[in-house]
C-alpha cells in the first residue's frame, strides 16, 4: 500500500477538500469577511484534523526471527483467553489520536480475510466485540500464525483492508486501516509468549508483542 507524503490514500482527498474550502474562504473574505472568514478556518480546521488523523509515519524497526510485531498503534485493554481453547487475545483501544493503520505482526502469507457486519457499540466497551469488523489471518513459518481483527467503534464505520488471501506478508507491512476510533484484537496460539499487558501503550511496528 502506498503512502503519500505521509499520509494513508484516504486522507489525500480530504486533506485537499479541506484546503480547496479554506481557499474558497480565502477569496469569499475579498467581497465579506463575515462570510469567508468561517469558511476559512473551518476549512483549515478540517485540513488539519484530516492530515492529523490520516498519517502514517513509516515504522523501521528490525525484529528478529521468533519476534511478534504489534500491529497496532493504542492501549492494551486486555490480554487473556476469551473461551476459544489454545487462543490468546490482546485487545488494543485505538483513540482519535492514535494512528490508525494496521500492520503485520509476522511474516507469512494472508490464508484467510473475513468481513462480518455488526453493531457499533463504543470500541473501548466489551460489547464491541460484536461491532462490524473484519479478520485477517496470516500464517507463518513452522505453523505459525496470527489473527489481527480490526474493529469498528461508535463515530466513523469504516474498515479499509490492504491484503488479498493468498498474498504474501513482510513483517511490518501495511495491512489495513480502520476510521476514527477503533479497536483491534489479536488471537494468538498459547505457545506464543505475550510481552504486553493491560495499560501499556504500544506502537504498530515498533512494540514488540511477544515471542514465539
Known amino acids: 500500500m502506498e503512502v503519500y507524503m505521509g499520509f494513508a490514500p484516504a486522507g489525500i482527498k480530504l486533506i485537499a477538500g479541506g484546503v480547496a474550502a479554506a481557499a474558497v474562504g480565502g477569496i469569499v473574505m475579498a467581497w465579506s469577511r463575515g462570510l469567508g472568514m468561517p469558511v476559512l478556518f473551518l476549512g483549515l480546521f478540517f485540513a ?3 492530515a492529523y488523523f490520516f498519517r502514517d509515519p513509516e515504522r523501521d524497526r528490525v525484529f528478529a526471527p521468533g519476534e ?3 500491529p497496532a498503534d493504542g492501549t492494551v485493554m486486555s490480554v487473556k483467553n476469551e473461551g476459544t481453547p489454545g487462543i490468546t487475545v490482546v485487545r488494543i483501544f485505538l483513540s482519535v489520536l492514535n494512528v490508525h493503520v494496521q500492520r503485520a505482526p509476522l511474516e507469512g502469507k494472508i490464508e484467510k480475510t473475513k468481513y462480518t ?3 457499533f457499540a463504543i470500541a473501548y466497551k466489551p460489547e464491541a466485540s460484536t461491532n462490524e469488523r473484519n479478520l485477517i489471518r ?3 513459518e513452522y505453523g505459525r500464525f496470527v489473527e489481527v481483527e480490526q474493529i ?10 490492504y ?10 507491512q501495511r495491512i489495513g486501516m480502520i476510521y476514527f476510533g477503533s479497536q ?15 495499560g501499556d501503550k504500544v506502537a504498530g511496528a515498533e ?5 514465539w
Open 207 to 211: 512494540t514488540l508483542l511477544g515471542l
Open 117 to 119: 457486519k455488526g453493531t
Open 48 to 50: 488539519a484534523f484530516s
Open 184 to 198: 483491534v484484537a489479536v488471537y494468538l496460539p498459547e505457545t506464543a509468549r505475550v510481552l504486553v499487558k493491560p
Open 163 to 172: 491484503v488479498k488471501e493468498g498474498e504474501s506478508v513482510k513483517i511490518g
Open 152 to 161: 469498528t467503534g461508535s463515530i466513523a464505520r469504516r474498515i479499509a483492508c
Open 138 to 140: 496470516i500464517g507463518g
Open 68 to 70: 511478534i510485531a504489534c
